[in-house]
């Protein structure tokens, strides 16, 4: 499609002075939610609110339990706390490795230096966007106490997979599972953080179960449990999630799967709208029997379908007419001392990433087939006006 300067301006992108595509911008998230307000208007009512234990934490532990099929729960302040006290419970320290993609969350990566060990990377698969485990044969060595496995961006890795390869060795290596961004996702049949030795969960200010902060730690193995509880119990709780915190959650955790099939059924549709519009493919899953969250929904961008424009201006220019499109994360062999961790290959794929990959927020995904229309609509507007948003900012650079 040429990039030829368009003259009408109901034809330019808000970022060059048209209207927003969507001038209310982004939803909000997390939005207004009567049964929250209701919950936290009861705490407060009740003054279970201002306990340092009560009956909300002990019930969404509960519920997180009966959702992860009756594991150990152990609720914290964060999915990165959660992350470091998981390699923590596995006994993770200094002189171990653990094998990690190269594309993740930077704070997993982080966790296992605070332990003391290495992170050993290994490239992700080219359509999934996620940790590939035909890697894993190659990476695993004496040292390798556990391998983390994310979720990424409505991509599944395929656990079956990863498992298998663990248990083979001798001894195995413990698995823990990342779910941070896909609460109540299935992975070929099992809930998404279970398949792990241990897992994870994130209820961190935009994820789809939100409490502004918070985590959990999840896991079928009581002699973990009890060294995390050992490790977080210092006469009080050095990581607690609060009451106030449990309370705003629960009605969430209600809703979660009602919400995740409204999530992605959009998700579907927009892949259906996608098939047609090039130079953005969407993370792909090849696991049967899997049904991905979308706390991200990721996506390869391609600038050469936009007359080079580049990925980050492309996403601010997305971000101006009302879509909360971002770059997806770094990729980690490409933000660290090489001295920090051990590669594995040439890692091509997640150095693609590092410049190719968007996320689009999930509150999107809740709106309707109109709001995802209107993303195409922003995305080809966009397009049309390829080369002027370009010489727009060479000019002012
Ligand atoms: C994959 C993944 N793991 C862990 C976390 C950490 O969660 P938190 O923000 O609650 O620390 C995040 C946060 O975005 C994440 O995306």
Same mark, same amino acid.
């Given at each position: ?30 939005? #207004?939610?009567p049964a929250v307000t209701a919950a936290v208007q009861s705490a407060l009512a009740d003054g279970s609110w201002g306990k340092y234990h009560g009956p909300h934490t002990s019930k969404?532990? @509960? ?14 302040? /964060?999915?990165? %706390? ?22 993740? *969350? ?12 290495? =992170? %050993?990377?290994?490239? +992700?698969? =080219?359509? #999934?966007?996620?940790?590939?485990? #035909?890697?894993?044969? $190659? ?18 890795? /395929?656990? =079956?997979?990863?498992?298998?390869? $663990? ?5 195995? +290596?413990? %698995? ?11 992975i070929a049949g099992k809930t998404a953080g279970t398949w792990g030795d241990v897992g994870i969960l994130s209820f961190g200010g935009s994820k789809l179960l939100s409490a502004g902060?918070?985590?959990? %730690?999840?896991? /079928? ?22 009451? &106030? ?37 969407? *993370? ?5 029997? /899997? ?7 990721? &996506? ?5 379908? *936009?007359?080079?424009?580049?990925? @980050? ?6 971000? $101006? ?10 990729? &980690?062999?490409?933000?660290h001392a090489s001295s920090r961790f051990r590669p594995i290959g040439t890692l091509t794929h997640a150095t693609d990433a590092d410049a190719r990959v968007l996320t689009l927020h999930? =509150?999107? &995904? ?32």
């Amino acid at each position: 499609m040429p990039n030829t300067p368009a003259r009408d301006r109901d034809d330019l992108p808000a970022l060059l002075g048209g209207s927003p595509i969507r001038p209310q911008g982004p939803p909000d998230w997390p939005g #207004s939610d009567p049964a929250v307000t209701a919950a936290v208007q009861s705490a407060l009512a009740d003054g279970s609110w201002g306990k340092y234990h009560g009956p909300h934490t002990s019930k969404l532990t @509960d519920v997180v339990a009966q959702t992860h099929g009756g594991c150990h729960v152990m609720l914290c302040s /964060s999915g990165t %706390v959660a992350m470091e006290l998981a390699l923590r419970g596995l006994r993770v320290g200094p002189g171990d490795e653990v094998i990690l993609a190269a594309y993740d *969350f930077r704070g997993n990566f982080q966790n296992v230096l605070t332990v003391g060990a290495t =992170p %050993v990377l290994i490239d +992700i698969h =080219p359509t #999934s966007g996620n940790l590939d485990p #035909s890697h894993l044969a $190659a990476a695993i060595s004496k040292r390798t106490k556990a391998i983390i496995v994310s979720h990424l961006h409505g991509g599944v890795v /395929s656990m =079956p997979d990863v498992v298998r390869i $663990a248990r083979q060795q001798t001894p195995p +290596i413990p %698995v823990i599972e990342d779910a941070a961004q896909m609460p109540g996702a299935t992975i070929a049949g099992k809930t998404a953080g279970t398949w792990g030795d241990v897992g994870i969960l994130s209820f961190g200010g935009s994820k789809l179960l939100s409490a502004g902060r918070g985590g959990a %730690v999840i896991t /079928s193995l009581a002699d973990v449990a009890q060294r995390i509880k050992l490790y977080t119990q210092r006469g009080n709780d050095a990581y607690p999630l609060s009451e &106030l915190q449990a309370v705003a959650l629960l009605p969430q955790c209600e809703r979660l799967a009602e919400f995740n099939r409204r999530r992605a059924a959009s998700a579907n549709r927009l892949r259906e709208l996608l098939a047609n519009v090039s130079g953005l493919r969407p *993370f792909e899953n090849a696991v049967a029997n /899997s049904q991905p969250g979308y706390y991200k929904f990721g &996506l390869q961008y391609d600038p050469v379908a *936009f007359g080079g424009l580049s990925r @980050d201006l492309f996403a601010e220019a997305m971000r $101006a007419d009302g879509i909360a499109l971002d770059a997806g994360f770094r990729s &980690l062999h490409l933000t660290h001392a090489s001295s920090r961790f051990r590669p594995i290959g040439t890692l091509t794929h997640a150095t693609d990433a590092d410049a190719r990959v968007l996320t689009l927020h999930h =509150p999107i &995904l809740l709106e309707g087939p109109e709001a995802l229309r209107q993303f195409v609509d922003a995305v080809e507007r966009i397009r049309r006006n390829a080369t002027i948003l370009q010489s727009n900012r060479k000019s002012k650079i």
